[in-house]
C-alpha cells in the first residue's frame, strides 16, 4: 500500500495523523525530498490564520534482532523526529509567500548501512569497525555521520498567464556531521534555488517547465 492512515481532526485548527501518510510537513520544489515516499509514523499539525506548525515521529528502519545477541546485531530502529514552524504572507489574491523553518533528528542511522541501491548518494561513509554497527559484516561501508537537520525555506507562488508559477530557495545544514576524510571538511551544507511554471499531470497534453 503507498497510503494507510487514520486522521483526527478534534477542531479546525488541529489534526493528528497515523500511519503510512504523505509528508506532514511543508516543502518546496527542491530535489531534498523524494516525492515517491510516504513516511510511516505519527504527525500533529496545527493552524491558525496564516500561521502553521507541526511535529512528527517516523520510522525509517524497523529491525528485530535481539540487543544481547553481539553476533547478529540489534534492536535499535532508524528513525526521525522533528518539527516545523511557518508563516504564509498573502502578498496580493494571487501571490503568497510561504516561510518555513524545519528540524528533523534522526537515530539509528550513524554506523548503519542506509543506501539504495548500493549508493550512499554523496554521504560520507566509513569502514571502521568503531563507527559501523556490529550487525554488519566486517568491511560492509556505512554512514559516517549521525544526520540533525536544521533547514530554512522561502517559497513565492503566484499565477503567470493563468498558469501557476513557483520561485524557491532551501538551506539545509547537518549540525551533527563528521568531517570527510577526503575533502577534510564536514561537507554539512545543502542549498538549492529552483523555479517551476505551470503544471504536469497524468492530462494528455499537460507540461511543466
Given at each position: 500500500?503507498?497510503?494507510?492512515?487514520?486522521?483526527?481532526a478534534?477542531?479546525?485548527?488541529?489534526?493528528?495523523?497515523?500511519?503510512?501518510?504523505?509528508?506532514?510537513?511543508?516543502?518546496?520544489?527542491?530535489?531534498?525530498?523524494?516525492?515517491?515516499?510516504?513516511?510511516?509514523?505519527?504527525?500533529?499539525?496545527?493552524?491558525?490564520?496564516?500561521?502553521?506548525?507541526?511535529?512528527?515521529?517516523?520510522?525509517?528502519?524497523?529491525?528485530?534482532?535481539?540487543?544481547?545477541?553481539?553476533?547478529?546485531?540489534?534492536?535499535?530502529?532508524?528513525?526521525?523526529?522533528?518539527?516545523?514552524?511557518?508563516?504564509?504572507?498573502?502578498?496580493?489574491?494571487?501571490?503568497?509567500?510561504?516561510l518555513?523553518?524545519?528540524?528533523?533528528?534522526?537515530?539509528?542511522?550513524?554506523?548503519?548501512?542506509?543506501?539504495?541501491?548500493?549508493?550512499?548518494?554523496?554521504?560520507?561513509?566509513?569502514t571502521?569497525?568503531a563507527?559501523?554497527?556490529?550487525?554488519?559484516?566486517?568491511?560492509?561501508?556505512?554512514?559516517?555521520?549521525?544526520?540533525?537537520?536544521?533547514?530554512?525555506?522561502?517559497d513565492?507562488?503566484?499565477?503567470?498567464?493563468?498558469?501557476?508559477?513557483?520561485?524557491?530557495?532551501?538551506?539545509?545544514?547537518n549540525?551533527?556531521?563528521?568531517?570527510?576524510?577526503?575533502?577534510?571538511?564536514?561537507?554539512?551544507?545543502?542549498?538549492a534555488?529552483?523555479?517551476?511554471?505551470?503544471?504536469?499531470?497524468?492530462?494528455?497534453?499537460?507540461?511543466?517547465?
Amino acid at each position: 500500500l503507498d497510503r494507510a492512515y487514520v486522521t483526527w481532526a478534534p477542531n479546525a485548527k488541529w489534526k493528528i495523523t497515523a500511519g503510512k501518510q504523505a509528508y506532514s510537513y511543508t516543502r518546496t520544489g527542491s530535489l531534498f525530498y523524494d516525492n515517491d515516499v510516504n513516511l510511516e509514523g505519527l504527525s500533529a499539525n496545527f493552524t491558525t490564520g496564516n500561521f502553521f506548525a507541526g511535529a512528527f515521529y517516523d520510522w525509517l528502519g524497523e529491525r528485530a534482532l535481539s540487543f544481547s545477541n553481539v553476533t547478529t546485531g540489534t534492536n535499535t530502529d532508524s528513525i526521525m523526529f522533528g518539527a516545523q514552524l511557518g508563516y504564509r504572507v498573502p502578498i496580493s489574491d494571487s501571490m503568497r509567500l510561504t516561510l518555513a523553518g524545519t528540524y528533523m533528528d534522526f537515530d539509528g542511522v550513524q554506523g548503519y548501512n542506509r543506501f539504495f541501491g548500493g549508493s550512499s548518494f554523496g554521504n560520507t561513509t566509513t569502514t571502521s569497525s568503531a563507527v559501523c554497527n556490529r550487525s554488519l559484516a566486517a568491511g560492509t561501508a556505512c554512514l559516517l555521520s549521525d544526520f540533525d537537520i536544521i533547514e530554512g525555506s522561502a517559497d513565492l507562488t503566484w499565477s503567470l498567464g493563468g498558469k501557476p508559477l513557483r520561485m524557491f530557495v532551501d538551506y539545509a545544514q547537518n549540525m551533527e556531521a563528521e568531517i570527510n576524510p577526503a575533502a577534510n571538511d564536514e561537507l554539512d551544507t545543502a542549498y538549492a534555488v529552483g523555479v517551476q511554471f505551470n503544471a504536469a499531470s497524468a492530462v494528455k497534453g499537460s507540461w511543466e517547465f
